[in-house]
C-alpha cells in the first residue's frame, strides 16, 4: 500500500498520481506481455564483476559479482567502468548497445507520449527520450546447491537526466521512496509501491529523481513465476525494465573506448557476441580498426 499521507488522486482502477510519480496497473496487454516473454526467451544475461584490472576495489575491498544476471539494450553500463553519472562521470560510461525490440520500441512509444502529456515540462529536459534499458532479472541464485534470495536493490538515485520508467513482469516487487539517511538514523520512508505483474510506473522531477532515493525492499513469491531466460545457476521469479535518457554525445562505441576501459570489458563484449550479432559487429569493427592502425591496435 502506498505509505500514509502521500497518496496521489486515483485516476482510475489501478492509476495513480502523486506530482512526477505515475503509476498504471494494467499497462501491459496479453498480446505484448506474450511477445517480451519471447524476447526474453533469447538471452544468454551476463553475470558481472563489480571491479576490473583497471578500475580495481577500494582498499580493503574484494571483487564481488553483482546480485543478478543482466542485459542492456541502446547502451551497456558495465558495472566495472562506474554508472553514468553527470557531470563527470560521462566518459567511458555508456557503450552502444543492441537497439530495441519492435514491442519494446512500441511501448517505450507510448510510456514517451505518456510521460509527455503527464509531467511538467520542466521535468522533462529538451531532447528526453528512452534511449537506453537496463533488464534487471529478479529471483535466486544458485550457490552449492541452494538457492539463495537475489531480489532485492539497495538504496539508490538513477542520475541519467529526466523522467524514469520502470515495466514490471512476474511477481509484485515493494518500491519505496526514502528520504537521505543520516549518520546512526534510517532514512523515512516517502511513499512505496507495488509493482504489479505488467504494470508500469514512471518517476521524474526534482522530488523523486534528486531529493529521493529509491529502493526494491523486497519481490513476492506467492504467484509462483518461473520465467525466461532459463539459466543453470538462477530462477527468475520477476523481470524489470527501466528506461531512461542518456545523451547521444555520451553514448559511444566498443572500438572508442579507451584503451583502459576497452580491454576491461573486452571479456564480456567477446561472450555478449556469441549470441548478439550487434556486438559481434563490434568486435570485428574494433578489428578492423586495429587492422588498419587505428587507435584499437593501441592495446595495453
Sequence with gaps: MPAPGRRGP????????????????????????????????GLEPLWEERFSEHFPPPPGQAQR???????????WQFACLGYYRPPRGTRDRCVRAEPFPDVLARLVARIERLVH?????RDVPAGWRLNTCLVNLY??????GCEVDAARVGEHRDFEPGPVASLSIGERALLQFV???????RGRVALEQ??????????????????????????DRRGGFDLPPAMADFRTRRVNFTFRWVPDRHVVRFRDLGPEARADVRGYVERLARTSPHFRQELEAERRRGADGGPASQRP
Design 10 to 41: 486515483v485516476l482510475a482502477a489501478g492509476r495513480r498520481d502523486d506530482a512526477g510519480h505515475l503509476y498504471q496497473r494494467d499497462f501491459l496487454g496479453p498480446r505484448d506481455r506474450e511477445l517480451v516473454l519471447a524476447w526474453l526467451s
Design 65 to 75: 559479482r553483482l546480485l543478478r544476471p543482466v542485459w542492456w539494450l541502446g547502451n
Design 179 to 185: 528520504t537521505p539517511s543520516r549518520a546512526g538514523e
Design 139 to 144: 529471483g535466486n541464485r544458485l550457490e552449492d
Design 117 to 121: 502529456a503527464r509531467f511538467a515540462p
Design 194 to 219: 507495488w509493482l504489479d505483474d505488467g504494470s508500469l510506473q514512471v518517476f521524474g522531477g526534482e522530488r523523486f529523481k534528486d531529493r529521493l532515493f529509491h529502493r526494491v525492499q523486497r519481490v
